[in-house]
Nanobody, 122 residues
Framework: QVQLVESGGGLVQPGGSLRLSCAASGSIFSIVSMGWYRQAPGKQRELVAAITSGSSTNYAESVKGRFTISRDNAKNTVYLQMNSLKPEDTAVYYC????????????????WGQGTQVTVSS
């Protein structure tokens, strides 16, 4: 089955940067998108950024201009470059992979990484 392994989290000061990576392995045939979600203490999980198989990107309004999502198709790896980090970015970040069947009704499947802690604090 598909497995997602995340790395790159840690502690950083406000204004600093971190780069998260997520490598997908297993039998992956039809990727819809790869992305990152996060969940802060006491808050619901939210989409941070995603990139589709067609290379379209989507960002949460709160991270636009600061975060950049990218991928390496050959490695099935997605990255999240996080710059100008703020304390409110503190959360557990989860990698997400969406795949779909190659036939009608093109059912979609979700896979999740284990989560990596990002803490922004002075």
């Amino acid at each position: 089955q598909v497995q997602l392994v995340e790395s790159g989290g840690g502690l950083v000061q406000p204004g600093g940067s971190l780069r998260l990576s997520c490598a997908a392995s297993g039998s992956i045939f039809s990727i819809v998108s790869m992305g990152w979600y996060r969940q802060a203490p006491g808050k619901q999980r939210e989409l941070v950024a995603a990139i589709t198989s067609g290379s379209s990107t989507n960002y949460a309004e709160s991270v636009k201009g600061r975060f950049t999502i990218s991928r390496d198709n050959a490695k099935n790896t997605v990255y999240l470059q996080m710059n100008s980090l703020k304390p409110e970015d503190t959360a557990v970040y989860y990698c997400n992979l969406k795949t779909r069947d190659s036939y009608w009704p093109f059912k979609e499947y979700d896979y999740w990484g284990q989560g990596t802690q990002v803490t922004v604090s002075s």
